[in-house]
């Protein structure tokens, strides 16, 4: 596609439900990553892919969060029996390897509130 | 630990008038210092981009400087318009794990007509 697409682009949940967002990079786009961005926060990295590598992982709050990316492109990031400070902007971004350094493409995020 | 921290918080100012944004990092070494702007409800969208050895770099009506020997960097906004209410966020790639590029908080700004 012509951007990185997100959706649902808003999401209400009940606390201890299942959430699902989906991300779809910009075509050719061999990086992925999630970042989580609070109320008057700055981005908090959650999760980064590249290519068929094994993603790296490390910014994941708690074992409640998982992500995949199917066939290198499409990814979707599971939120497991949501709490309320799980409320956020989840932004996904993607960069064409060979890209300029740090250039990221992103999507218009999914506001995700947990009551 | 890699931060960065960005001054003011927040700022109105009048529409017309210009206004400076302040970036300190401690991120070192780094590959490269960007400024993103994110509008209300959309994803950041990236302005400029500035290497260890640029001191400055302009797009249109934005001009970002680098200082590296102070880490600091600052984005200038001429003229004012509406439309440059944002947030605008600053964002250091290490030299190491270049992937992990590491955001400032960012500065809200308002224009007011």
């Known amino acids: 596609g012509a951007g990185v697409s997100q959706s649902p682009s808003n999401k209400v949940t009940e606390k201890g439900k299942d959430v699902e967002l989906r991300c779809d990079p910009i075509?050719?786009?061999?990086?992925l990553y999630w970042y989580r961005q609070s109320l008057g926060q700055g981005l908090e990295f959650l999760i980064y892919?590249?290519?068929?590598?094994?993603?790296?992982k490390s910014g994941l709050p708690s074992d409640r969060f998982s992500a995949e990316r199917t066939g290198g492109s499409v990814s979707t990031l599971t939120i497991q029996r949501t709490q309320q400070e799980d409320s956020a902007v989840y932004l996904c971004?993607?960069?064409?390897?060979?890209?300029?350094?740090?250039?990221?493409?992103f999507g218009e995020g999914s506001r995700l509130t947990v009551l | 630990k890699n931060q960065v921290e960005q001054s003011p918080q927040s700022l109105i100012i009048l529409e017309g008038k210009n206004c400076t944004l302040q970036?300190?990092?401690?991120?070192?070494?780094?590959?490269?210092l960007r400024w993103y702007k994110q509008d209300t409800g959309r994803g950041p969208v990236s302005l400029t981009i500035?290497?260890?050895?640029?001191n400055t770099k302009s797009n249109g009506r934005y001009t970002a400087t680098l200082d590296a020997d102070t880490k600091q960097s600052s984005l200038h906004i001429t003229a004012s318009q509406l439309s440059d209410s944002a947030s605008y966020i600053c964002?250091?790639?290490?030299?190491?794990?270049?992937?992990?590029?590491?955001f400032g908080a960012g500065t809200r700004l308002f224009v007011k007509a």
């Open positions: 075509s050719g786009h061999t990086a």
């Open positions: 500035m290497t260890f050895s640029e």
């Open positions: 892919f590249q290519g068929n590598s094994a993603p790296d």
């Open positions: 964002v250091v790639t290490p030299s190491t794990g270049g992937f992990k590029t590491i």
């Open positions: 970036c300190n990092y401690t991120v070192s070494p780094f590959s490269n």
């Open positions: 971004a993607s960069r064409e390897t060979g890209g300029a350094p740090g250039e990221l493409f």
